[in-house]
């Protein structure tokens, strides 16, 4: 999967180089390349912002830098492709606008992402980007506006850290046991259970015995039930959300 991300602020991107993203990257699973948009300007100040018409708080990111940076990242995909790069594949890329005034970034979406072989995402600063840039770009992307949560952050890098470590560890050979992606918190629409360690007694707390007994089904069972409670508990709109079938009859007797 290729992934570029677009910002003013590239140095905040470093994180990607970390961790479980970074040795995907190191390994040729992801790549991923960070642009800063201020390359893509043309006077002296490297402006990227504006006075927004209809007056009002705050500054607007200009479109001409977006469109030329898009175009460069786009140009970049196709010469990679054009030299066999198995990254890139036939369906328009997906242009990621991180937003507060966007669809929720949620696990099904994240899923969705990974199967695509090249994102872009675009960075916003100060009051946005401005509007007209959003409908150039759906010439040549999928265009998403992604929201985190329904927060206002002060740029769109801290939310691309969060969803590209979402999306990457669901691309294939990332994670080194893809059975762990399976039993994960929203993977079948329900939080996950509790989990321990040793020692199985530590500060005078012990831990459940169904868990020391060696007893596959009745573990299995147990997680089931702690999966309903603490869904039921804490987030009661995942467990309404959840289609009839989703649930066995020993669930409905929980
Ligand atoms: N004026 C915008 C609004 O009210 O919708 C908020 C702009 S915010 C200060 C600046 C940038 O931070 C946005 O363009 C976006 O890139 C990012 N951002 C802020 N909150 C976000 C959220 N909840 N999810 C994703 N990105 C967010």
Redesign the pocket.
């Given at each position: 999967m290729r992934i570029d991300v677009l910002s003013i602020f590239p140095e905040y991107l470093a994180a990607l180089d970390l961790s479980l993203i970074g040795k995907a990257r190191r390994d040729g699973l992801l790549q991923v390349n960070v642009g800063d948009l201020r390359d893509y300007t043309a006077d002296r100040h490297r402006t990227v912002d504006d006075t927004p018409y209809g007056g009002g708080a705050?500054m607007v990111m200009k479109p001409e830098p977006w469109a030329l940076a898009l175009e460069d990242v786009m140009s970049q995909a196709s010469a990679g492709d054009s030299d066999g790069d198995p990254a890139i594949g036939a369906r328009r890329p997906v242009l990621v606008v991180?937003?507060?005034?966007?669809q929720v970034f949620t696990q099904a979406v994240a899923q969705e992402l990974s199967e695509r072989d090249h994102l872009v995402f675009a960075?916003?600063?100060?009051?946005?980007?401005d509007e007209r840039v959003i409908e150039w770009a759906q010439k040549s992307f999928e265009v998403r506006p992604?929201?985190?949560?329904d927060?206002?952050?002060?740029?769109?890098e801290v939310?691309v850290l969060a969803m590209v470590e979402a999306i990457g560890r669901l691309v294939p050979g990332v994670i080194g046991n893809p059975e762990s992606l399976v039993e994960e918190s929203h993977s079948d629409g329900l939080l996950e259970y509790p989990v321990y360690t040793k020692p199985a007694t530590w500060r005078e707390q012990g831990i459940p015995d169904v868990l020391l007994s060696g007893h596959h089904g009745q573990i299995a069972r147990w997680r089931r039930d702690q999966q309903l409670r603490r869904t039921s508990a804490r987030r009661p709109d995942l467990l309404e959300q959840l289609h009839s079938g989703a649930l066995d009859k020993k669930d409905l007797t929980t």
């Open positions: 705050g991180p937003s507060p005034a966007g960075c916003g600063r100060y009051e946005g980007i992604m929201s985190l949560g927060y206002v952050l002060n740029g769109g939310a």
